[in-house]
């Protein structure tokens, strides 16, 4: 059974730091990209990046709203994928899922679709 | 990358069919066929109900069917239930090696 469990979100102020984790099990990690997407409390949801499989470069990409602030790097000796949240500000207040991507055919290079999703782990920025 | 246009909301009655929206640009669903439905219940996890468009993981019942034409991708949800009352997001690859989902529509089952 495909399982992604968040953790290490919680309240943090403004300019602060913060570590998010996900960890993996029921697949073969190093085949898939990992992915990162959000929620703002009421609001929609919003991709924040991926990491390649290690096959294709384990290569990162980021959204525009994060990039130069958030990191994502990958164990596979672990199966765990990492956001790394710097500078955080109080818009990034949000559930954050770890998702699984996957592709049809091809080199899959950048996941076609998101298969299957972790519980969320709530991170709030406030002073 | 601005968000994808859906419908705020839609509703039916139960064996109705609706239909929801998403419209992008040339830049993300016209251009590739990698377009994804996600359905979300309070408290929960999104669920990946349709990809690539038109195809239904295993285990999504197939009252679910995506199509797309241009630069707009559909979700029909058919013999409507009242289990499928959510939220349901589109999502799109983009020319910009991103992603981007749609603005939400909230489906209610009257």
């Known amino acids: 059974e495909v399982q992604l469990v968040e953790s290490g979100g919680g309240l943090v102020q403004p300019g602060r730091s913060l570590r998010l984790s996900c960890r993996a099990s029921g697949f073969p990690f190093g085949d898939y990209a990992l992915t990162w997407v959000r929620q703002a409390p009421g609001k929609g949801l919003e991709w924040v990046g991926f990491t390649r499989r290690i096959t294709v470069g384990g290569t990162i990409e980021y959204a525009a709203s994060v990039k130069g602030r958030f990191l994502i790097s990958r164990d596979d000796s672990e199966s765990i994928v990492y956001l790394q949240m710097n500078s955080l500000k109080i818009e990034d207040t949000a559930v954050y899922y770890c998702?699984?991507?996957?592709?049809?055919?091809?080199?899959?290079?950048?996941?076609?679709?998101?298969?299957?999703w972790g519980q969320g782990t709530l991170v709030t920025v406030s002073s | 990358q601005s968000a994808l246009t859906q419908p705020a909301s839609v509703s039916g009655s139960p064996g109705q069919s609706i239909t929801i929206s998403c419209t992008g640009t040339?830049?993300?669903?016209?251009?590739?066929?990698?377009v994804s439905w996600y359905q979300q219940h309070p408290g929960k996890a999104p669920k990946l109900m349709i990809y690539d468009v038109a195809n239904r993981p295993s285990g999504v019942s197939n009252r679910f069917s995506g199509s797309k034409s241009g630069n707009t991708a559909s979700l029909t949800i058919s013999g409507l239930q009242a289990e499928d009352e959510a939220d349901y997001y589109c999502?799109?690859?983009?020319?910009?090696?991103?992603?981007?989902f749609g603005t939400g529509t909230k489906v209610t089952v009257v």
């Open positions: 040339s830049s993300d669903v016209g251009g590739y066929n990698y």
């Open positions: 998702t699984r991507g996957d592709c049809r055919g091809g080199e899959c290079s950048a996941p076609d679709f998101f298969d299957f």
């Open positions: 999502s799109s690859y983009t020319s910009s090696i991103t992603y981007v």
